[in-house]
């Protein structure tokens, strides 16, 4: 049975949806007794690592309270080292929407993930599209949602690319997924609203990168 820790909710996204669609996407395997899950905050984050894992799930920002004048961040340069070991040892790690977002350019952890999140413009209709011939597997066809859309820094040379996105205001990377030493790091950039989150299609598409990033 794989051991899942899930980390979701901050500031401005709303930890129960996020787990509403969490637990859409890991149904199957759950109650085939093949995945076992535990939530947690950002502030258990490190000493659960020290359980190892065989996934992280992460749908959460780096920032503790943005509207703050001194704003605070929850990633020290000892947190991305001690997440940089675990997946490089063998551990995997998915970074969900605001997984990806507002932590250190230059930093550890954003170097595994090989991607990082740099704005969003105000919601509007997003269109999702997979890309065919990924170990992902028959990730189905487009599919649109009204969802904040996500325009992303990523080494597209070194990582694999499942799914791209579009709207009205441009075109973006929305998926990828690489080998990080010995482990597996995947990356996702929907979504923010329930049309999205609870979206059976999307819901298909994450349930697949979870499935390569544990190997179930």
């Given at each position: 049975m794989k051991r899942i820790l899930?980390?979701?909710?901050?500031?401005?996204?709303?930890?129960?949806?996020?787990?509403?669609?969490w637990e859409r996407v890991i149904e199957p395997f759950t109650s085939k007794a093949q995945a076992q899950v535990t939530y947690a905050g950002v502030g258990q984050?490190?000493?659960?690592?020290?359980?190892?894992?065989?996934?992280?799930?992460?749908?959460?920002?780096?920032?503790?309270?943005?509207?703050?004048?001194?704003?605070?961040?929850?990633?020290?340069?000892q947190a991305a080292g001690q997440i940089e070991k675990y997946v490089a040892?063998?551990?995997?790690?998915l970074a969900w929407h605001s997984g990806l977002a507002s932590?250190?350019?230059?930093?550890?952890?954003?170097?595994?993930?090989?991607?990082?999140?740099?704005?969003?413009?105000?919601?509007?209709?997003?269109?999702?599209?997979?890309?065919?011939?990924?170990?992902?597997?028959?990730?189905g066809e487009a599919f649109s949602f009204l969802d904040e859309h996500y325009f992303v820094e990523c080494k597209e040379e070194e990582t694999n690319i499942f799914m791209r996105s579009s709207s009205k205001d441009g075109e973006a990377v929305a998926g990828w997924y690489h080998s990080y030493g010995s482990g597996r790091v995947g990356c996702i950039t929907p979504a923010h609203l329930s049309d999205g989150l609870l979206m059976p299609w999307f819901i298909k598409?994450?349930?697949?990168l979870v499935a390569w990033c544990a190997k179930l």
């Open positions: 899930v980390v979701v909710g901050d500031y401005y996204h709303d930890g129960e949806l996020a787990r509403q669609s984050l490190e000493q659960e690592l020290v359980k190892s894992p065989d996934l992280v799930v992460l749908f959460a920002g780096n920032y503790l309270d943005p509207e703050a004048e001194q704003v605070r961040y929850w990633m020290t340069e040892g063998g551990g995997a790690w932590y250190p350019e230059d930093g550890e952890y954003v170097r595994m993930l090989r991607g990082r999140f740099l704005m969003h413009p105000e919601p509007s209709v997003v269109t999702y599209t997979p890309v065919a011939g990924t170990e992902l597997g028959d990730l598409v994450m349930r697949s």
